[in-house]
């Protein structure tokens, strides 16, 4: 046989069946560009550099993997249910003499050629898509605009290699159809009608479970980011078990509903119910692709704009005053102390040079320490510990000693503190008993102060591990105790923190120029000094960054937002296209055994409505499960605000809701052409 | 009154471009009685099968009137019309035209669920034909998992069920083997016989020879019928083929 002949045979019958291959490769192009954009936005370091993005990149790295098993059992399903309709052609080949291996041949030519459709198109509109993603990005956080293309290698070689093995896997799934039917089977499998679909008990309730399983481990996380593998395992559960629900699940409920014969013989019931447990069958999983596109979308876009509206808020947070300053060093000096006092003098100082009025004023230092938490025992030593990933984020905490003198003063307080006991609050989720041990040292705790640590420090709420502060009688006495205590690299673990915020009472304009000045003193003051941190910075100079970083996000959000719901848009459209086919014949005998146009078009509708409605509603529940640990996460961003996100997630739901009905409108116009 | 009378029907269908125009009913005209299994028979393409569908108001005749039981079936609306063909009609399809997503038993409830029957009252239909019929062990089983006699007997079932005031069969042995077609028509007589008038479209002799009247059609008109009258299947089979030789040779038996 000619070796050329299979290439035109391939060709020919894809050509034949445009109406369903068109749809598949786009689907296949799309797949493609969705994985090369997470792809290269996660690892390519495009990100890197924007403030507060590295959450964002972590996310996306997880959503590769997420991606990866998306794609795959959506590209298996929807393959094998095209070449379903081709059974007819490959037996008919057969019967005209070709052999397994000659269809096999076949297989692979029409394989192939997705493949490279699906590559080339889907690089291109994928690094396409990445540029746009990075000039719209770098406008909204204003760094200098690039136009060269950057295509990050890295990524075009991943993309290749995962979608080449989900192919390989496609044919191989293909052959093995094929391989296992005879001539004539092939030749009648459309003639022969499809087999009712039965009741998979075992898959539907293990699809329940699954999916449950999911949701519970999703909602039981604490940490997130300990827990990003859990959470990773939650969304694997999750999506799979979407799949089983919807494909056998849903048969099931068909089933059970038509065991029920005074609801199932009624007219409206009668062909929508009984169509819908061969509908689910064949494309639940079409259903729960859709399904959770929706999902990732509603998570994306509810996420990164809530993050966006609460920018103000963070920034009230973090920058509770006009003028905010900080300074940091390890070990103990009993200078510091001094030194502190000086910086405070000569910053109200240099502010009261350009016109501000020093109010609300708050300047204060304390000690640090961190360890691990457990029990109320502080463990301070992690010398044992030679790298930082196995650190357990989980008991980590941090101890922050003020003397209570420097407390009573600075917010006006009165309280007294014996030696050995100490004034303990926190605003993190941890519950404190009577006696705390940090290091070899015991305090007992004579009073709790949880609720003023809003003033101490607002941000300390919103602090990925919990902060402690502890006032004590002498803080030089306790902070002794801790000299000895080392890291992994041999730095003392002891830190000595400072923090200065005050208001001016100047405008936008007098208030940056004090942070500039301010900052400009610092740099003089501690650089030379051995401070591993320290900035001044003003509320107002603050927003822009704030406003640009949550706004890049924000934007990052609805750029991937936007190429999920367009894939969601194309999975529909096959969906809808593909089903008209399928009922055309079905309608034309029900017309002719006696159902009227309407009866037609009200069965129609109230099937594509239930079947339609399934995705959201089920996306809205995975929206739901997932808030808590969405709310985890947002946390190291520093949001703080669970009735907010739940309004934003409302917010995302209705106007996905409304987008998509505006998409289903569109495309039932397109089944109703096929079917009439 | 005839039950179903049908006078001066002509059909015309135009190319997709309104060019030509094919004439594919000239002038029919005939009735039929109650109680009567009345046979049309003719060559592919002498128009036999249009005009079933015009019968059965499939398809709408260019000109003439088919009045079913006083009804003009051209005058009813288009809206009306499924209606209509529900509670009045049964039609057997050559193919049987039934639905894979249903079983047998649910095929034949079709109708009457779209009518809007308690499923009490579609039960005790059912078994009241299924016997008769011989398809009482099947009714559970899918079009797929039975023989083509079989899906055709729940065809007929399905066109019976909701005791229709004539059947409509197009060619229902034309996708049978031979000895399915023998009991299938074997049905239909018996059928015919508890009171059912049946009008079936065929090109096969031996369908129309169990006919009681054979009208044949040929270039859109009715051309010649026999009436069985006493004799037998096989003297009506004779009389048939002779005629269709006639035919054949461009006799004319008028």
Redesign the interface.
């Known amino acids: 046989m000619n070796i050329g002949l299979y290439p035109k045979i391939a060709y020919e019958g894809m050509r034949k069946n445009g109406k369903l291959y068109i749809p598949y490769c786009i689907t296949c192009i799309l797949m493609v560009a969705i994985y090369y954009i997470v792809h290269f936005l996660a690892f390519s370091g495009v990100l890197i550099g924007i403030p507060g993005a590295s959450t964002a990149v972590q996310m996306l790295g997880f959503g590769v993997y997420v991606i990866t098993i998306f794609s795959a059992i959506f590209l298996f399903y929807t393959q094998s249910t095209l070449i379903k309709g081709r059974k007819k052609e490959f037996g008919l080949y057969s019967v005209l003499g070709m052999n397994k291996n000659n269809l096999g041949m076949i297989i692979f030519y029409e394989t192939i050629m997705t493949w490279i459709a699906a590559i080339f198109g889907g690089l291109i509109l994928g690094i396409g898509m990445s540029k746009v993603a990075e000039l719209g990005f770098t406008r909204m956080i204003a760094a200098p605009v690039n136009y060269d293309f950057r295509i990050s290698t890295d990524s075009v070689l991943h993309t290749i290699g995962t979608f080449t093995v989900i192919f390989l896997l496609i044919w191989l799934n293909t052959i093995r159809q094929i391989k296992f039917s005879s001539a004539i089977e092939l030749v009648r499998s459309e003639k022969a009608g499809e087999k009712p679909p039965k009741a998979n008990w075992f898959i539907g309730i293990l699809g329940v479970i699954v999916l449950g399983a999911g949701y519970v481990l999703a909602i039981r996380i604490q940490q997130p980011i300990s827990a990003l593998f859990g959470f990773f395992i939650a969304v694997v559960l999750v999506i799979v078990g979407t799949y089983l629900v919807l494909i056998a699940g849903s048969v099931l409920l068909c089933r059970i509903l038509q065991k029920n014969k005074d609801y199932y013989y009624k007219t409206n019931h009668f062909v929508s119910v009984s169509s819908m447990a061969y509908r689910m069958k064949r494309n639940g999983a079409g259903l729960a692709s859709i399904c959770i596109l929706l999902t990732i979308v509603l998570v994306i876009l509810s996420s990164t704009s809530v993050l966006f509206n609460n920018s103000e808020y963070c920034l009230t947070v973090r920058y509770p005053n006009e003028i905010g300053a900080f300074a940091c060093t390890y070990g103990y000096d009993e200078n510091l102390t001094d030194l502190g006092e000086r910086l405070d003098d000569i910053l109200y100082e240099a502010a009261e040079a350009h016109g501000a009025t020093v109010t609300n004023n708050k300047t204060y230092y304390t000690y640090s320490i961190c360890g691990y938490l457990e029990n109320d025992v502080l463990q301070v030593t992690l010398d044992s510990l030679s790298d930082m990933t196995f650190i357990d984020y989980d008991k980590v905490a941090q101890i922050q000693f003020i003397d209570v003198g420097l407390y009573n003063r600075v917010f006006g307080y009165n309280e007294t503190v014996e030696p050995g006991k100490a004034i303990v609050g926190t605003a993190n989720d941890i519950t404190l008993g009577d006696t705390l041990i940090i290091g070899d040292s015991t305090f007992e705790v004579s009073k709790r102060i949880d609720d003023r640590i809003d003033e101490i420090d607002p941000a300390s709420k919103i602090a990925v591990s919990p902060t402690i502060y502890m006032i004590v009688d002498d803080v030089e006495e306790v902070a002794q105790n801790y000299i000895q205590y080392q890291d992994y690299n041999g730095e003392p673990m002891l830190a000595w923190y400072w923090y200065c915020r005050f208001d001016t009472g100047l405008d936008v304009d007098g208030q940056i120029a004090v942070a500039n000045d301010l900052s400009a003193i610092l740099n003089e003051e501690l650089g030379p000094l051995n401070f591993t941190n320290y900035y001044c910075d003003s509320h107002e100079n603050q927003r822009t960054d704030f406003l640009s970083t949550f706004g890049g996000l924000m934007f990052l959000g609805i750029l991937l937002s936007t190429i999920f719901l367009v894939s969601c848009v194309l999975i529909i459209y096959y969906k809808q296209i593909s089903e008209g086919f399928e009922d055309k014949s079905r309608f034309e005998i029900m017309q002719k055994v006696g159902m009227t146009r309407e009866d037609i078009k009200k069965s129609i509708n109230s099937q594509m409505l239930t079947v339609f409605l399934i995705p959201i509603v089920f996306a809205c529940a995975h929206l739901f499960m997932a808030l808590p640990i969405i709310h985890k996460l947002l946390m190291l961003m520093g949001f703080m605000n669970m009735p907010m996100l739940v309004a934003t997630a409302s917010v995302c739901v209705v106007i996905c809701a409304v987008f998509y009905a505006a998409i289903y409108k569109v495309t039932s116009n397109a089944y109703y052409k096929i079917v009439s | 009154m005839s039950l179903l009378e049908v006078s001066g029907v002509k059909k015309i269908y135009k190319t997709r471009f309104g060019g030509q125009s094919v004439e594919a009913l000239k002038n029919v005209n005939f009735t039929v009685e109650k109680g009567e299994f009345v046979a049309i028979m003719g060559e592919s393409g002498s128009g036999k099968t249009t005009l079933l569908n015009i019968l059965a108001a499939?398809d709408k005749a260019t000109s003439g009137t088919v009045i079913l039981d006083g009804m003009d079936v051209g005058k009813i609306k288009?809206?009306q019309?499924?209606?209509f063909?529900?509670?009045n009609m049964g039609?057997v399809?050559q193919d049987f035209?039934?639905?894979?997503?249903?079983?047998l038993e649910?095929n034949i409830?079709?109708?009457l669920?779209?009518?809007?029957k308690?499923?009490a009252e579609?039960k005790s239909r059912l078994d009241e034909i299924a016997e008769p019929l011989g398809i009482t062990n099947l009714l559970k089983k899918?079009?797929?998992e039975v023989s083509g006699g079989q899906k055709q007997r729940a065809a007929v079932a399905?066109a019976l069920i909701?005791g229709p005031r004539i059947i409509l069969a197009d060619e229902p042995t034309g996708a049978l083997d031979s000895k399915s077609s023998d009991e299938l028509l074997d049905l239909f007589t018996k059928v015919n016989q508890m009171g059912q008038t049946v009008l079936m479209v065929t090109h096969s002799t031996k369908a129309a020879s169990h006919a009681s009247r054979v009208m044949f059609i040929k270039d859109g008109v009715i051309f010649h019928q026999i009436y069985k009258g006493d004799s037998t299947d096989t003297e009506l089979y004779q009389k048939i083929s002779d005629t269709l030789t006639l035919l054949a040779q461009g006799g004319d038996l008028k």
């Open positions: 499939l288009e809206s019309m499924a209606k063909r529900r509670d039609y399809f035209n039934l639905l894979d997503t249903f079983s649910d409830y079709l109708p669920v779209l009518a809007g308690k499923h579609m899918y079009p797929y399905r909701t």
